[in-house]
Structures are given as structure tokens and as C-alpha cells.
Nanobody, 115 residues
Framework: QVQLEESGGGLVQPGGSLQLSCVSS????????MAWYRQAPGKQRELVAS???????NYADSVKGRFTISKDNARSTLYLQMNSLKPEDTAVYYC?????????WGQGTQVTVSS
């Protein structure tokens, strides 16, 4: 089994920054892709950013130039640096790992951007 635990969410003013972290534990051998998703109230869960085992990255158009995904394999940690936050970034952010053909999810961390 694989466990994912997110942290770093909170309340921030527009234009501010937050860094999300996702620590993985368990049998994580064979990770294909790691990603951050988010889900705002009344909306579908959407992909925010992903990073492959080879460190290739992909971003949603809405966050390009503002968010950066990275990973520290030695610490089994995935990060999402979020800068220039906007109210529309408000959502629950979920960490995702794809291992083989199976997806694993964290419990989510709330990010609220408001003045």
C-alpha cells in the first residue's frame, strides 16, 4: 500500500504564495507519474501540474508561470510552489501518484485565497 499526506495549505491573500508538500510512504517502487490536482466547490477535479519519473513537467494553462512542481526523491516528497495566487485558485489540492496502472490519492489540503 501507498500512503500520501499533503500539508502546507491555508489562507493567503491574493498575490501571496504557498508551498504544498506531499510525503509518500509504503511501497512506492515503480512510480510513473506524480501530480497535483485541485477541486473547487461545485467543480470537477482538475489537473494542476504533473512531473514524470524523468522530471518532465506539465502545467494547466491557468497556473503556467505561477506554479512550480518539483520532487525530492531522497525525502519521498512532492512539492507545489504556488506564487501570485488568485481567488480562483481556491480549492482542495490533492496529491496523486500513479504506480503501474493504479492511482493513489492523498486526503487533500485546503487552499483559500481571499482578502
Amino acid at each position: 500500500q501507498v500512503q500520501l499526506e499533503e500539508s502546507g495549505g491555508g489562507l493567503v491573500q491574493p498575490g501571496g504564495s504557498l508551498q504544498l508538500s506531499c510525503v509518500s510512504s509504503g511501497n512506492t517502487f515503480g512510480i510513473v507519474l506524480m501530480a497535483w490536482y485541485r477541486q473547487a466547490p461545485g467543480k470537477q477535479r482538475e489537473l494542476v501540474a504533473s512531473i514524470s519519473s524523468g522530471r518532465s513537467t506539465n502545467y494547466a494553462d491557468s497556473v503556467k508561470g505561477r506554479f512550480t512542481i518539483s520532487k525530492d526523491n531522497a525525502r519521498s516528497t512532492l512539492y507545489l510552489q504556488m506564487n501570485s495566487l488568485k481567488p480562483e485558485d481556491t480549492a482542495v489540492y490533492y496529491c496523486n501518484h500513479r504506480i503501474g496502472n493504479r492511482d493513489y490519492w492523498g486526503q487533500g489540503t485546503q487552499v483559500t485565497v481571499s482578502s
